[in-house]
């Protein structure tokens, strides 16, 4: 990696922290405007021990000041208490709530990346024959049904079995973690985008095969898998990568989705569990989490184009 | 859209021996590029070539994928018009003339590999040694060609084929890259084919040349003779129309009215009458054959242009 490269890197990492900062702000702010506060909804309390609640979480300060203590904490890496668990410190859940979901979105992104480019190839490489219309027909599918039913549809076909099999639902009750549980839900998260990914390739590849310097690589004697891996496809997917930051974006909030119906203790199951519980604090520190992880992976997309392309440099 | 048979190139048959530079003439849309292209079997699609391709003994059209694998780049290779676009921007300049080695037999992956740098020194890449790990967008136009030549030639083909390799170049790098392109082909003996429209090109580098009308061959000899006595009146218009230094004006350019036959729908008789300046009945009706008119030189024309008192005077009629 250049120098160049580095010094970019480090400007968009200093961009991210700050976009994360204003995010986290904009719905701490958000929040405090709702009325009641974060333990209206609790069985009636003994005015004491609201009182006591109320004062251990900051509540009972005026919320310009509170904003001022929880940047604080934020800066120093900590996002404060759970509401709801009291003890439960945010920043380590989150962090391992994240790890989880980014094994789901690089899983579910690999299943968008190899599923699409192989169909958009093969699309392209057998123009107007019946594997191309079948492979574009197929991604028009995969386009239109929505990941929350492919879900649905990969659960009956997949899980199901399973569930009756093990007695239980497939991943709340054997935990998360094992190898084998990250296909399906990554299928359902990543097909959808797959098959963008396939479309742009094709029209891409076909762009390319008509160029000069794969006619060059032809007439030197190549053999055509070497031809389309190696000159054309490599030269194909620059324009294709470009999608990849929008449509990681949209993996990852997709996954809100995707773990509530599979049950995957992630980011996006908390998120949804966090506001049913008006666990604030939760709520503010997932909206920084997911603020700080698209920025991270648009960077590291942007990482990708000098890798493929020799002509762009940072 | 309208769909049709464009009968692009026909009936093309000519010699070529190793060390030789045999010049392609014609207007765009001739045919050069489609002959070329056809020999190595790389017509673009919808094309599609019927008969026979005879290079040798070997018919291009029978072979398996496996042989016309072998073939291209090893006994026939071609450089392209531009080279701008046609290295490949993502891979290493030394990494795609290495590739080109690898894709054949003749060298093992050792030998490929040390062979790069002085591929690139024989044609003339400055520092090639530092420039092996260059990107073509690091090269010029010249440079790019070069580059080209050298993967061009790193196999030792018999048969280079140069389609219009100056076209994009700066008239300064032209002359060298042309100079490297004959050196080249006398130390490997190879037998080149150079497409072009350059006349004054074909002049200073060919030993002969063939002059293509609408898909075929109208004349064909020596460079002398073909310049000092065109026969075909095509031939004769396009020397015709260009104006010569080494000549002092007396005469008036003669320009080629008219454009080339949409080859969908051929004239009858001779491809070239519509356009002729000296054509007679028969021109119309029946096409004629490549005839003999010297030793040496061959012409399709029912006239001929010895046959014709004062062509000047006649063509500016």
Redo the contacts between chains.
Sequence with gaps: MSRGTLIYAAQRLVLISVTAVVVSSLVFIGIHQLPGNALASERRLNPATEQALLHHYNLDLPWPQQYVLWIQGLLHGNLGESLVNMGTQITPLLLRETTVSVTLGLAAVCVTVFVGMTLGTIAAIRQNTWVDYAASTAAVVGYSVPSFVWAFLLILLTVAPFYNWTGGTFYEDIGWGKPEQIPVPALALGLPYAAIVARLTRASMLEVI????V??????????R?VIL??AL??AL?PVISILGPLITGIITGSVVIETLFGIPGLGKEFVTSILDRDYNIVIGVFTFYAALVGLANLAVDLIYPV????IRY | MSSGTVHAVDGISFDIDRGEIVGVVGESGSGKTMTALSLLRLVPEPGKISGRILFGEQDVLQMADDEIREFRGNEVAMIFQDPMTSLNPVLRVGFQVEEAMDAHRRFTRQQSRERVVPMLQRVRIPAAKERVKDFPHQFSGGMRQRAMIAMGVSNEPSLLIADEPTTALDVTVQASIIELLRDISRELRAAVILITHNMALVASLCNRVIVMYAGRIVEEGPTRAIFKNPQHPYTWSLLRSMPRVDEVAKERLISIKGVPPDLAKPPAGCKFHPRCRFRIDKCFTEEPPLGEVDPGQLARCWVLMKNIQDPESEAMR
């Design positions: 008509r160029q000069d310097y006619r060059t690589a032809w007439a030197k004697g190549l053999k055509a070497i190696r000159h490599r030269n620059i493929l392309d020799p002509r």
